[in-house]
């Protein structure tokens, strides 16, 4: 029996590696098509450029990948960053020397207490997470406006020390793609070398076998969606300070990027699957499209529709490969 799991598992890993290995193949074609209509693609200040504009994508996906992963959804990310984004840029205004560090503290505390207040919704009263992320999204786009009172935050009421954390370095490496990295690395420890990542996978696996083996569903539902109210306050912060504005629209509409980088990267929709480095090819993928297409004088009325047949291809991939494992198992297990 033994045996027939470990098989099993092998050739999901096999199956699951070797999508992963065709989004690359994908990847690498697209960027020499790409190449070959316009030889600025592939320079090193474009490509810096591509990658610094897919950082907070990717901070993003990191966090949806978790909710995804435990069959739910956050549509709220897109004004919680909005309303973290605006706090930390009134305040920064306000008071010029605040540190970037504690500016970055407070965008991200801002987003906790977004997530948390999402997570008892959806934990503790049982609301599907659509309805209460749909709800929450209109409070916090709400409270946006209401915090600033309509009006937006331009750059010369930011100080220079804000506006420098977008483009500052670390260890010579662009901050937002260094803060990215961080993050990419201390979750992909978290999902598959901790006791709670593990256990995140067998709520979104089977949440009633989960239950009866004694996780507790609820604390990892709440845990689950106040991560990502924090990434997405952590990428308020980020966003204004790259951008220098801040208004109460901004980001409207983002969330719909960040589960297509998701989708793309192979997280399974119905939960219980999901891996960083699929959601980092998936961000790649979404960034080499916004970055291209214009390069290739795509008329701007193409570029989304381009960008929705990838993702619906990738999606319709998914489930063929979903419905390949489970053809397989059926075939190898022992009657």
């Not at 069959?71 to 540190?99: C, E, F, K, Q, Y």
């Not at 991560?227 to 204004?240: E, K, Q, R, T």
């Not at 998701?262 to 219980?272: F, S």
Request: aromatic share 8%; glycine share 10%; with cysteine.
């Amino acid at each position: 029996m033994a045996e027939i799991i470990l098989e099993k598992k092998s050739r999901i890993l096999g199956i699951a590696k070797f999508r992963e290995l065709g989004l690359l193949g994908f990847i690498i074609i697209l960027a020499v098509f790409v190449q070959l209509r316009n030889p600025s693609f592939l320079t090193m200040e474009n490509l810096n450029d591509m990658i610094k504009n897919t950082a907070i994508l990717s901070i993003l996906a990191v966090g949806m990948m978790l909710v995804i992963i435990t069959r739910g959804i956050d549509l709220s990310i897109g004004a919680t960053l909005a309303l973290a984004g605006m706090i930390s840029a009134l305040t920064v205004s306000s008071n010029p020397h605040m540190s970037p560090v504690t500016t970055i503290l407070l965008g991200t505390a801002v987003g906790v207490a977004c997530g948390g207040v999402i997570g008892f919704l959806i934990s503790k009263t049982a609301i599907l997470p659509i309805i209460a992320t749909l709800g929450m999204m209109n409070v916090f786009r709400g409270l946006t406006f209401m915090v600033s009172n309509g009006r937006w935050v331009s750059a010369n009421q930011m100080p220079a020390s804000f506006k420098a954390i977008a483009t500052g370095k670390i260890l010579g490496i662009n901050t937002l793609i260094f803060i990215a990295i961080v993050i990419y690395v201390v979750f992909f420890y978290f999902i598959n070398y901790t006791r709670t990542g593990r256990q995140i996978y067998a709520v979104g696996s089977n949440p009633d076998s989960a239950k009866i083996s004694g996780i507790d569903n609820e604390k990892i539902l709440w845990m689950v969606y106040t991560i990502m109210g924090a990434l997405a306050g952590l990428a308020g912060v980020l966003w204004v300070s790259k951008f220098a504005s801040a208004q109460g629209d901004t980001a409207m509409g983002y969330e719909m990027n960040v589960i297509a980088a998701c989708v793309l990267g192979g997280v399974n929709i119905a939960g219980g699957s999901g891996k960083i480095s699929g959601i980092i090819l998936g961000s790649l993928l979404l960034g080499i499209l916004n970055n291209a297409l214009p390069l290739i004088n795509v008329s701007p009325f193409w570029q989304q529709a381009i960008q929705g047949v990838i993702i619906l291809i990738a999606v319709i991939i998914n489930a063929l490969v979903k419905r390949s494992v489970e053809r397989n198992n059926l075939m190898r297990r022992k009657i």
